[in-house]
């Protein structure tokens, strides 16, 4: 059966536009589909978003939705984009994203995850952006964007979480997050939310993290409730063998909401070059029960929630220039950063990883990347 969810096209011809009818030259849902697009093809910036759609004429122009043969210039660009609602898009995108996911299930015996974590503008704050830094939650699995939250700072980002997760149904998923989250309060939340939870526990939870630290330190008189999995990779000049060990021993003795399994994470790497070890001890707990998710899925998604660093803000920095980017007007900022993530996002859809490489492709064939956005040639 072959899996079925909306293009990105059509959810975006669903935002409504903000701009009076009289006046309004090029249709919104045009100018954001252009925007997608130029951004599949390797734009950096709405500059080059505007020369990408001169290249191609007329034909490429009402195939995006214009009513006029020559697409916007960089000006026009400008003027819509520091007047979209972030919010409305958000809403969009976020929808979009869950449909995708729903569409597209993981393995059987896999678990749907969500991994949030925030990312500074530096270009964009260091212009005085008010809202420089972003809250995201994205899918393990492809980095799809399900909610974004603009900040002033990094240090709001603990009270943002509950707004980011207001009206997000997380029935079936976990939401993976660093230590800077690690709060009664906050697992409470996404409980309540129907999710589940996989948090790291560092010093912010002293006494909590004495607790679990103490249990593994001391493993003989609960031995019988731990479970392991380890996994060795090479790659990069390194060896790192990573062992998870978890236990459900605690529950009851923790007071912490929806606890159901603690764990400990051991990161011992090698270097090839100087044969040195490098050892590092993490623990952490989990609302997720051991028939769930064992030590071998409990593994998997401590490392998967790296997806949001390694796989989403890398490759925004480094493909499509986001912290070069010194954009400061308006909600440029936000949507351009939104628009680069559901372009991520998409690309990983098809099973590609190698971002850039994909965009220099693209660029070559620029009707491949409308049909991936949802545009066939035929209606040109």
């Known amino acids: 059966m072959v899996a079925t969810y909306p293009s990105l096209v059509e959810v975006i011809a669903q935002i409504p536009d903000f701009r009076q009818a009289q006046g309004r030259r090029h249709p919104l849902a045009a100018v954001l589909i252009l925007a997608c697009a130029a951004l599949l093809c390797g734009a950096r910036s709405y500059q080059a978003m505007a020369e990408w759609g001169r290249n191609y004429g007329p034909t490429v122009a009402r195939a995006l939705g214009f009513t006029h043969p020559k697409t916007p210039c960089a000006a026009t660009l400008h003027a819509i984009f520091r007047q979209v609602d972030p919010a409305a898009l958000e809403t969009a995108v976020g929808a979009w994203a869950l449909a995708v996911l729903a569409a597209l299930p993981p393995a059987e015996d896999a678990v749907e995850a969500l991994a949030v974590d925030g990312k500074r503008l530096r270009g964009s704050a260091k212009r005085g952006t008010p809202l420089g830094h972003l809250l995201a939650a994205v899918s393990h699995r492809f980095g799809l964007l399900v909610r974004q939250q603009a900040l002033a700072t990094k240090t709001k980002e603990t009270s943002a979480l509950a707004a980011l997760l207001a009206g997000l149904v997380l029935r079936g998923l976990v939401v993976t997050l660093d230590a800077l989250f690690t709060y009664p309060d906050l697992a409470q939340s996404i409980l309540d939310h129907e999710g589940d939870y996989l948090l790291v526990v560092k010093g912010n939870q002293p006494s909590v993290r004495e607790d679990i630290a103490t249990l593994f330190a001391e493993p003989a008189a609960v031995a019988d409730t731990f479970a392991q999995a380890q996994t060795a990779e090479l790659g990069h000049g390194r060896i790192e063998v990573r062992t998870l060990t978890s236990s459900a021993a605690l529950v009851g003795y923790l007071d912490w909401p ?122 040109a």
Not at 356 to 362: G, L, Y
């Open 258 to 379: 929806g606890l159901a399994q603690v764990f400990r994470l051991e990161r011992q790497v090698r270097s090839k070059r100087t044969g040195r070890w490098r050892r590092e001890t993490v623990y952490g707990l989990t609302s997720l029960s051991p028939e769930r998710a064992g030590p071998a899925q409990l593994l998997h998604l401590t490392r998967q929630h790296w997806m949001i660093e390694n796989g989403v803000h890398y490759v925004r920095d480094v493909t499509f220039g986001e912290d070069a980017s010194q954009v400061r007007c308006g909600t440029i900022p936000q949507v351009l950063a939104l628009l680069r993530t559901a372009i991520i996002g998409l690309i990983r859809t098809t099973g590609e990883t190698a971002i850039a490489a994909t965009c220099r492709r693209f660029a070559a064939q620029p009707w491949a990347a409308l049909a991936l956005l949802g545009i066939l040639p035929r209606t």
